[in-house]
């Protein structure tokens, strides 16, 4: 360790979360429906032989992750990459994803009320104290998979330690129907094996400035000074000495009020097409309605965010006459603000994002059932 410690906030080892995620979630639900896609390298995705090349991966099973093909990539990729007799694309169906995670999250409700769902398929949990009595997180986690399984047919993978950051790790350390425990006095030597792809929020651009400093595993970013990665990365630089070194004081934050729900991606390359632009769009406005429903919530306020290869960033924003978490109104003003900034498709797309403000709490009894056909 370096000299420049004392620059980091002191340890907090008090705590006990868990990181539950639920595996390969939308391709583990449709090969549940359909026994027969099991031994298909299956996509969660609109077949691009269909729509022009066009379309983004969901998800996808394990056979077809052996083939290179994972969420978030183009489709058409799938098609290149994996044998046509294996390969087999589903539709998604976001109203049968969303009903499921329902399931998950009343298990994870009977643990615990200090839960922070991330998305439709994972969650933090904060288990220092729970419901069910005197029990480890390892035992509470055992709890919640086999439930989930009993109940759903569906595998899941958990991860317990002290913080949420080595929480996120450790569930997917072992995937699939994996379980880890760090212990506190574990975290500095299981950090030091793990590859810098590993750490959550270190994309490929950042992977490949750090490897260019011959920094390649969690040990060689502990070997690393706080000054030369907050000189190299500044205010990520921070954030990679103190995870690197095990250090997170993030809370679960099961009862927070957000005042945004949204997702973005950074393109390498960037983008040229304005189909496929529009296809990322369409998903992530799928993704923040799924949110958006799961938390029971509706939003006034629309907003787009762009950013080209010269990494001029721009936001535009629509404001709703009604609240709606419905993903057809969100992407199609989402859609409509794009086609306002066409010179963002000249110059490459480095950026997209989809989000929403001014949120509001829905009551049951005002949805409108016709709104989210």
């Known amino acids: 360790m370096n000299s420049s410690e004392n620059l980091l906030p002191k340890q907090d080892i008090h705590r006990r979360i868990i990181h539950l995620d639920m595996d390969a979630f939308y391709a583990s639900v449709e090969m549940r429906d359909n026994p027969n896609l099991k031994t298909k390298a299956l996509v969660v995705a609109h077949d691009p032989r269909k729509y022009n090349g066009h379309g983004v991966i969901t998800t996808a099973n394990y056979i077809a992750r052996r083939y290179g093909v994972g969420s978030a990539m183009p489709a058409i990729e799938a098609v290149r990459k994996i044998p046509p007799d294996k390969l087999v694309f589903v539709e998604p169906n976001f109203k049968k994803y969303r009903a499921v995670s329902q399931q998950v999250h009343e298990i994870m409700h009977e643990v615990t009320d200090i839960v922070e769902p991330i998305s439709l398929d994972e969650a933090y949990l904060d288990v220092t104290k729970n419901k069910l009595g005197s029990y480890t997180a390892l035992e509470l986690g055992n709890y919640m998979q086999a439930e989930i399984y009993k109940r759903t047919g569906l595998t899941s993978s958990f991860g317990a330690t002290y913080n949420k950051f080595l929480a996120k790790m450790a569930s997917e350390y072992a995937k699939p129907f994996g379980k880890t425990i760090i212990l506190p006095e574990e975290a500095i030597d299981f950090l030091a094996r ?72 950074t393109f390498e390359p960037s983008i040229f097409d304005q189909q496929q632009a529009l296809t990322n769009l369409r998903k992530y406005s799928s993704e923040v309605s799924d949110i958006l429903i799961e938390k029971n919530l509706s939003a006034k306020c629309i907003v787009l965010k762009i950013r080209d290869s010269d990494f001029h960033t721009i936001t535009r924003r629509r404001m709703l006459k009604k609240a709606t978490s ?17 010179e963002f498709l000249n110059k490459g797309i480095r950026l997209l994002g989809v989000s929403t403000t001014n949120l509001e709490q829905t009551h049951y009894a005002e949805v409108d059932l016709f709104d989210t056909l």
């Not at 990665?229 to 957000?258: C, N, Q």
């Not at 993903?327 to 199609?332: D, G």
């Open 194 to 265: 793990q590859d810098i792809k590993k750490f959550p929020g270190v994309g490929k651009k950042t992977q490949n400035s750090l490897r260019e400093l011959g920094i390649n595993t969690g040990k060689d970013l502990q070997n690393k000074s706080v000054e030369f990665l907050i000189k190299k990365f500044k205010k990520w630089g921070y954030s990679l000495a103190m995870h690197s070194r095990g250090i997170d004081l993030s809370p679960v934050e099961g009862d927070r009020t957000r005042k945004s729900i949204g997702k973005e991606r």
């Open 326 to 342: 419905n993903e057809k109104i969100i992407f199609q003003e989402v859609r409509d603000l794009f086609l306002t900034l066409p």
